[in-house]
């Protein structure tokens, strides 16, 4: 069997809506069952800037329906819900398990509304959610948003998530809320899509003293593919990314380094060699070119993500 690959985020139906998906490059449905993707944490996201805009909660009840259709009529795919699921997908010759994940809950402004939503939503399969996205929202600061923390609201979302074993996403995040979600969450932290910040300076990246605390909880960072968060010479390729991994693994620790390719979301440019999920294997020859043992590009590639999902899904 050849090496299975876990992804912490893509933005799929971004793809399929915007006819990316298809021409080469970026990522969707056909992209996936091509690849030895088998486990995407897949999102459901709302460009509504209003927080309480109506329009902002029927996306993701659509996204997840789209979800729901293809996975009904495709029997490439599968909808994954449970650890077992993990496993099974993991273990899988072919085909690919969705995780429906949520980026940016931009959709309620209270305890009620957040409950009445999210139950409605995990009845259908909802399993994943990221409070933040870029700007601050009432669970606390984005990473471009003013200097605030986690909220009530967002303390209260970490109870929820923890309590219906549903995952939570610490990407987006700014600093302070960074720590208060760490200082909350019992689980093992998850970082979905990220990169350093030691080698590219910004406030989209993770910072080594945060990939230390994720390491040190057994949680995993994924690292993603965009130019403007992981460049940092005259050229863009799989080399640029093995390098943000390299680093991570000597900060966090092996255990600690996933991938969560953000393909889909991506809006500057992608490595030269890496435009579609059935790529990822031009990413594992370039950690091994590095040096890095056939055991821990494992680790990198799926079991490290493998570990801490279950571990949030069990």
Not at 99 to 126: A, C, P, Q
Not at 130 to 137: A, K, V
Not at 175 to 203: E, G, N, Q, W
């Amino acid at each position: 069997m050849n090496m299975p690959f876990i992804d912490l985020h893509e933005d799929v139906l971004v793809a399929e809506r915007t006819g990316a998906s298809g021409t080469g490059l970026q990522t969707g449905f056909d992209e996936l069952a091509e690849s030895n993707v088998r486990v995407v944490l897949a999102t459901g996201f709302t460009d509504v800037e209003d927080f309480f805009d109506p329009r902002a909660e029927e996306c993701f009840g659509k996204d997840l329906e789209d979800y729901a259709a293809r996975i009904a009529t495709d029997e490439r795919f599968s909808l994954i819900t449970t650890a077992a699921d993990i496993r099974r997908m993991v273990g899988a010759d072919s085909g690919c398990g969705i995780v429906f994940h949520i980026e940016g809950l931009n959709t309620v402004r209270d305890h009620v509304s957040m409950e009445i939503l999210l139950r409605d939503l995990y009845k259908k399969g909802l399993r994943s959610i990221g409070p933040l996205w870029t700007l601050n929202n009432p669970f606390g600061g984005g990473t471009n948003g003013a200097d605030v923390g986690l909220t009530p609201l967002g303390a209260a979302l970490i109870d929820w998530c923890e309590s219906a074993h549903v995952i939570f996403d610490l990407a987006h995040m700014n600093p302070p809320t960074f720590a208060d979600a760490l200082a909350k969450i019992r689980k093992p932290p998850i970082v979905s899509h990220t990169a350093c910040d030691a080698l590219v300076p910004s406030v989209r990246n993770i910072t080594d003293a945060q990939l230390r605390i994720v390491g040190d909880r057994g949680g995993v960072a994924g690292i993603f593919l965009a130019s403007k968060f992981a460049r940092s010479g005259d050229t863009y390729s799989s080399a640029n990314i093995a390098d943000h991994l390299m680093h991570m693994v000597d900060t966090a620790g092996e255990d600690h380094v996933a991938l969560g390719t953000d393909l889909g979301g991506i809006t500057s440019s992608l490595p030269s060699d890496i435009r579609v999920p059935g790529d990822l294997p031009n990413l594992i020859r370039a950690l091994r070119e590095r040096g890095l043992s056939d055991r821990i590009a494992e680790k990198i590639a799926f079991k490290n993500a493998q570990r801490v999902l279950e571990a949030h899904l069990e």
